[in-house]
T-cell receptor
Framework: GNSVTQMEGPVTLSEEAFLTINCTYT??????LFWYVQYPGEGLQLLLK?????DKGSNKGFEATYRKETTSFHLEKGSVQVSDSAVYFC????????????FGGGTRVLVKP | EAQVTQNPRYLITVTGKKLTVTCSQN?????MSWYRQDPGLGLRQIYY???????DKGDVPEGYKVSRKEKRNFPLILESPSPNQTSLYFC?????????????FGPGTRLTVT
């Protein structure tokens, strides 16, 4: 079956540091890949997505590139802010089961001033 | 404003007492799902619906029921809750377009079963 593995947290950084969260996946077919973010006490929001190999998703300074050869979708941001403190989820969808998302376990990121 | 609403946001109940968590979306989406979030496991799909009167099991359906009588509503029913159903629950909706459309999530319902 499909699965997503992402690095465990928590990840603690200072403001303006570089952030990388690794994500790898296993899937049949050609999935779409997503990063969702969950701020404290809130639901999940789509951060970025990529629907085919070599696509780069970007939003709010975050980027991730769909690498089919390494089955990866690592999230990066060059200079984090305190407001980026949240839990980040990598996910995939093949369009089956009502566009079901298969999630990784989530990575908590804490940015300190 | 496009949104998914859930009620209640917090619920504490006792084993065996039937409960319903409501979910409603205002985006005319065909697809709706329920997920549960547990530490270290991410979110797992409980049930989904691809249209009115069309529902199917997700990955962890045991102990849950759903119905889809109207396009906008997708309630989650726990007929006899047990402590292992203590979790954070999210409703989500999306359009039926191919290629991985965005899923819109509700704010979550934190359920505690004692």
């Amino acid at each position: 079956g499909n699965s997503v593995t992402q690095m465990e947290g928590p990840v603690t950084l200072s403001e303006e540091a570089f952030l990388t969260i690794n994500c790898t996946y296993t899937a049949t077919g050609y999935p779409s890949l997503f990063w969702y973010v969950q701020y404290p006490g809130e639901g999940l929001q789509l951060l970025l997505k990529a629907t085919k190999a070599d696509d780069k998703g970007s939003n709010k300074g975050f980027e991730a590139t769909y690498r089919k050869e390494t089955t990866s979708f690592h999230l990066e941001k060059g200079s984090v802010q305190v407001s980026d403190s949240a839990v980040y989820f990598c996910a995939l969808s093949t369009g089956a089961a009502g566009n079901k998302l298969t999630f990784g376990g989530g990575t908590r990121v804490l940015v300190k001033p | 404003e496009a949104q998914v609403t859930q009620n209640p946001r917090y619920l504490i109940t006792v084993t065996g007492k039937k409960l319903t968590v409501t979910c409603s979306q205002n985006m005319n989406h065909e697809y709706m799902s329920w997920y549960r979030q547990d530490p270290g496991l991410g979110l797992r799909q409980i049930y989904y619906s691809m249209n009115v009167e069309v529902t199917d099991k997700g990955d962890v359906p045991e102990g849950y029921k759903v119905s889809r009588k109207e396009k906008r509503n997708f309630p989650l029913i726990l007929e006899s809750p047990s402590p292992n159903q203590t979790s954070l629950y999210f409703c989500a909706s999306s359009s039926h377009e191919p290629g991985g459309p965005e899923q819109y999530f509700g704010p979550g319902t934190r359920l505690t079963v004692t």
